[in-house]
């Protein structure tokens, strides 16, 4: 017996209702919708079956849409469009798409498709403004820890090859989800989430989705749902750049059920620490921060290169320095400090997975800074705020601009008022020119640190040259 599918589809009520005032049966429909695919020159093979499970809440993908409603409005006599159908850009995610750890990999082909889709639905709706997608704005808090229980209890896929009706992928398909990821990476480090993230969910929903409903052997099935769970965990940071957490969480889950099919322990580790437990703590929830490092660790141990187990440990130190507990933090610093020196006094870094590579001294004070600016501690904030600029590229722009704000606010927790403005300003120049919703929140947060000050003069100078978050032109 097939399990339960975990999504709950909402029944599309838009559709059901504009059959029955049509009095078309759902053959009679699938036929109009074929008809009107092949004067188009498209092989469109409908029946009543796929009626039905539009009727329950399934959307068809590309033209389909367009053509259903068509179909529609030549039975009824009169112009008919998509939203009348429930099918347009207003559709609304169900609550639960995305938000579940999927125990089988038909389920969590399903989730992905069904997230990508609506995504790029809204994206477009949106043309060209902020990307706000259904559940965007909105975490559920259920679904911040319990996903790594899944991911640590669930066993692996035993197997994922795939014989379907699809195109056969192949090696190469694969090596071009991965370049092409590595480019995206490079153009959201350096201009922000917001130039980017659409071009990410049209490839995922248009590429990806494709490759993975297609047919692959067993050894590049691994590596095709490897690389989109590489690319899905991009665009979850990406939507908490955006200002979308809720979308983020979304994202996160499937990137992590991707890579439990990957068979890649290691880069599920790296999903729960770089991105759910950095979500969580931007949420201002810390001990679901400890909670999803810890596990991390815990999924992973043995399995991963010192490198990687510094990016755990600092994580769960972003926690306890969130909870205020001092001593806690020293420790897991520490230890996150003596695992990066493991990981240089080790060499070269080719023999390390490429989502880890990144994490270097830069990275691990970046972490520590955040960790010291939570405590109070301003004169060691700024020393490893400091660290973490001096080792970001340029082509870094938004780390480099955070790191700079960290800096400063080290500086104003000391009192130095002059220097927290012109270093603040520094950052405030390299933000305007990003399109990132994170930037400009630790720019606002820094704003408001200064609001105790706002009648000495170089505050008034800094706000009155600041006033708005900082934006591109």
């Not at 504009?18 to 092949?38: D, F, K, P, Q, T």
């Not at 347009?88 to 498709?113: N, P």
């Not at 965007?136 to 820890?145: D, E, R, T």
């Not at 390299?430 to 704003?447: C, H, I, N, V």
Request: glycine share 10%; aromatic share 6%; proline share 5%.
């Amino acid at each position: 017996m097939s399990a339960r599918p975990l999504i709950a589809r909402q029944p599309n009520e838009r559709l059901l209702a504009l059959i029955r005032e049509a009095n078309c049966s759902n053959a009679g429909l699938a036929r109009r919708v074929n008809m009107c695919a092949a004067e188009r020159s498209l092989d469109f093979r409908y029946d009543k079956t796929s009626v039905a499970r539009w009727i329950r809440g399934q959307q068809p993908r590309g033209r389909a849409p367009e053509l259903i409603a068509e179909a529609l409005g030549r039975k009824l006599g009169r112009p008919v469009t998509v939203d009348e159908i429930g099918m347009g850009t207003t559709r609304q995610l169900t609550s639960s798409v995305g938000l579940h750890f999927a125990a089988g990999l038909g389920d969590s082909l399903e989730q992905a498709a069904e997230l990508w889709r609506s995504d790029v639905q809204r994206t477009e709706g949106e043309r060209g403004s902020h990307p706000y997608a259904p559940g965007g704005a909105q975490v559920a808090p259920a679904a911040l820890v319990e996903p790594s229980r899944d991911w640590l209890i669930t066993p692996p896929d035993v197997e994922v090859e795939r014989a379907g009706a699809g195109p056969r992928v192949g090696e190469a398909d694969v090596s071009a989800v991965v370049d092409t990821t590595a480019s995206l990476v490079d153009l959201d480090r350096r201009w922000g989430s917001g130039q980017v993230r659409p071009l990410v969910v049209h490839y995922l929903n248009g590429v990806v989705a494709g490759l993975l409903a297609g047919s692959y052997s067993e050894a590049i099935g691994r590596e095709l749902f490897a690389a989109a769970a590489r690319l899905t965990e991009l665009a979850g940071y990406m939507a908490v750049d955006s200002g979308l957490p809720g979308l983020a969480q979304r994202y996160y889950i499937q990137a992590l059920r991707m890579s439990q099919a990957a068979g890649d322990r290691g880069f599920g580790g790296y999903v729960l620490a770089a991105g759910m437990s950095h979500l969580a703590a931007e949420l201002g929830n810390p001990r679901e921060v400890i909670q999803l490092a810890r596990a991390a660790q815990e999924g992973t141990r043995g399995r991963v290169p010192s490198r990687a187990e510094a990016l755990f440990l600092s994580a769960e130190a972003r926690g306890h320095a969130q909870l205020g507990d001092r001593e806690s933090c020293r420790r897991a610093a520490s230890e996150a400090l003596a695992a990066q020196e493991r990981a240089g006094e080790a060499g070269s870094d080719a023999d390390e997975p490429t989502w880890v590579r990144h994490f270097d001294a830069a990275y691990l004070a970046d972490e520590l800074a955040h960790c010291h600016r939570d405590l109070g501690q301003g004169r060691a904030a700024q020393r490893r705020a400091a660290d973490a600029v001096a080792g970001h590229p340029e082509s870094r722009t938004r780390r480099r601009a955070i790191g700079m704000v960290l800096m400063a606010t080290g500086q104003l927790q000391e009192g130095d008022l002059e220097h927290a403005c012109h270093t603040a300003g520094r950052a405030g120049e390299l933000l305007a020119g990003l399109r990132s919703g994170r930037g400009a929140e630790y720019f606002a947060d820094f704003r408001g640190r200064l609001e105790p000050h706002r009648e000495h003069r170089v505050v008034r100078e800094f706000t009155s040259r600041w006033a708005p978050v900082p934006t591109p032109a």
